[in-house]
Antibody, heavy 114, light 112 residues
Framework: AVQLVESGGGLVQPKESLKISCAAS????????MYWVRQAPGKGLEWVAR??????????YYADSVKGRFTISRDDSKSMVYLQMDNLKTEDTAMYYC?????WGQGVMVTVSS | DVVLTQTPVSLSVTLGDQASISCRSS???????????LEWYLQKPGQSPQLLIY???NRFSGVPDRFIGSGSGTDFTLKISRVEPEDLGVYYC?????????FGGGTKLELK
């Protein structure tokens, strides 16, 4: 069965950095584009970033709200996808979901607060 | 960026009723390859979102035929006939035609 397990969330202060990870299994990871979606407490879904596969040069795309601050990356040898989040803001507080369409992880909470 | 506007924001129904949710896009969602990358998700309380419909009208594996997606261009609709208790939650439309990809604001389906 497909599994996506996020980790690395926690409480950080504004302007700090955090890197969250997603471990994938149950499918051919290297063939799958990977995405991050977030959901602020009590709010709707917001697409954050995606990374394509090696044949597509690992191209990356970002939501305007995180462009220049967040970096998505992947390690096909480990079936892992990452989201490096720099210069965090209070509005980045959210549950972060790793997705490989149509599968979703359970999410990891990131809280940005002083 | 493409803005997806969902209406209504909330919908109160009686079990067995039909429910209809609209999703309007600020731009046409037909891609240059002729495909329309419009999807519908349901997020049940305390759970991750789950895919219901892809490509406007294709039901994902295991999704009951009570769920019907339709539309084209900028106007899309999700209809749920004979609402059942497991259908309650928040519905989101989502577009993957134009970067950055975007979600609609959500429609909460609840019991009257």
């Amino acid at each position: 069965a497909v599994q996506l397990v996020e980790s690395g969330g926690g409480l950080v202060q504004p302007k700090e950095s955090l890197k969250i990870s997603c471990a994938a299994s149950g499918f051919t990871f290297s063939n799958a584009a990977m995405y991050w979606v977030r959901q602020a407490p009590g709010k709707g879904l917001e697409w954050v970033a995606r990374i394509r596969t090696k044949p597509n040069n690992y191209a990356t795309y970002y939501a305007d709200s995180v462009k220049g601050r967040f970096t998505i990356s992947r390690d096909d040898s480990k079936s892992m996808v990452y989201l490096q989040m720099d210069n965090l803001k209070t509005e980045d507080t959210a549950m972060y979901y790793c997705t490989a369409a149509p599968n979703w992880g359970q999410g990891v909470m990131v809280t940005v607060s002083s | 960026d493409v803005v997806l506007t969902q209406t209504p924001v909330s919908l109160s129904v009686t079990l067995g009723d039909q429910a209809s949710i609209s999703c309007r896009s600020s731009q046409s969602l037909e891609y240059s390859d002729g495909y329309t990358y419009l999807e519908w998700y349901l997020q049940k309380p305390g759970q991750s979102p789950q895919l219901l419909i892809y490509g406007v009208s294709n039901r994902f594996s295991g999704v009951p035929d009570r769920f019907i997606g339709s539309g084209s261009g900028t106007d899309f609709t999700l209809k749920i006939s004979r609402v059942e208790p497991e259908d309650l939650g928040v519905y989101y439309c989502f577009q993957a035609t134009h970067d950055p990809w975007t979600f609609g604001g959500g429609t909460k389906l609840e019991l009257k």
